[in-house]
Nanobody, 122 residues
Framework: QLQLVESGGGLVQPGGSLRLSCAAS????????IGWFRQAPGKEREGVSC??????NYADSVKGRFTISRDNAKNTVYLQMNSLKPEDTAVYYC?????????????????WGQGTQVTVSS
């Protein structure tokens, strides 16, 4: 069974930064499209960013603030989040989908982590 484990969430003040990690086991992340999603209470899960090979995509709400990256040696994908806002508060998930399809539609992803909570508050 393919596994994804997120970490790095927490409580941060507005304007602060966090780096989320998504570690994979039993498969190689570089062979898949990896997406970051978030879900706030009472809202639908939304795409934040995705990466497939050398291509990346970001939601308009996070462009210029968030950066997705991958460390193949560690088989880990990161989401660097800067200039955080209260509206970024959500549970963040990473997911793996078919390589070559750069999509932020949750339905296009087959494997999901358990999520990590990010709270932006003063």
């Amino acid at each position: 069974q393919l596994q994804l484990v997120e970490s790095g969430g927490g409580l941060v003040q507005p304007g602060g930064s966090l780096r989320l990690s998504c570690a994979a086991s039993r498969f190689t992340l570089d062979y898949y499209t990896i997406g970051w999603f978030r879900q706030a209470p009472g809202k639908e899960r939304e795409g934040v960013s995705c990466k497939s090979g050398g291509s990346t995509n970001y939601a308009d709400s996070v462009k210029g603030r968030f950066t997705i990256s991958r460390d193949n040696a560690k088989n880990t994908v990161y989401l660097q989040m800067n200039s955080l806002k209260p509206e970024d508060t959500a549970v963040y998930y990473c997911a793996a989908g078919r390589r070559g399809i750069l999509t932020m539609n949750p339905g296009d992803y087959n494997y999901w982590g358990q999520g990590t909570q990010v709270t932006v508050s003063s």
